[in-house]
């Protein structure tokens, strides 16, 4: 598979993925914003506020070589209300875009990352960033059934709820 084919085979699951996410803070009712299952789990809106800092970090191991999650805080520096979040998102994901396009013009094949002392290439990282957002998925699920309030239409077919 060409570098191409793998920068566009990721931006489609990225894509498909990133929707999910937009649809199910969409369908957060207001009251449940600030639900958590357990004190000891940030509410769901600090939920996202995660996604957004951790994306920067993947986003910086594009750029750099090397994932340090000691910065998540700095790459997201904004409220918490339900707009600023959805902005943070939307900001990121113009980001991506722009190092996504970049890795496509240069070559993908050649892309090598430390992460945690192992070394990815292209593929194996893309789907940690991947992985990552997935697993957010699942524990909103369980957030909106103790919050009392469905999960998106769209997330039935595609998570089997």
Not at 109 to 133: C, K, L, P, T
Request: proline share 3%; hydrophobic share 40%; glycine share 10%.
């Amino acid at each position: 598979m060409s570098a191409a084919a793998r920068v566009d085979a990721f931006r489609h699951e990225w894509s498909h993925l990133r929707a999910l996410t937009y649809e199910f803070i969409g369908a957060v009712p207001d009251t449940g914003w600030e639900i958590s299952p357990h004190e000891r789990f940030a509410p769901f809106n600090k939920q996202v506020r995660h996604l957004i800092g951790v994306q920067g970090v993947y986003h910086a191991g594009f750029r750099s070589g090397s994932a340090d999650f000691a910065q998540k805080h700095a790459h997201y520096t904004g409220g918490l209300s339900r707009p600023e979040l959805l902005e943070g998102l939307r900001n990121k994901d113009a980001e991506l875009e722009q190092i996504l396009a970049h890795l496509s013009e240069d070559d993908a094949a050649g892309f090598a990352i430390d992460f945690f002392g192992n070394r990815m290439d292209f593929v194996r990282y893309s789907y940690v960033m991947v992985q990552h957002e997935a697993i957010h998925h699942g524990q909103w699920s369980l957030y909106a059934a103790l919050g009392g309030f469905e999960t998106p239409g769209s997330w039935k077919l595609n998570w089997g709820l």
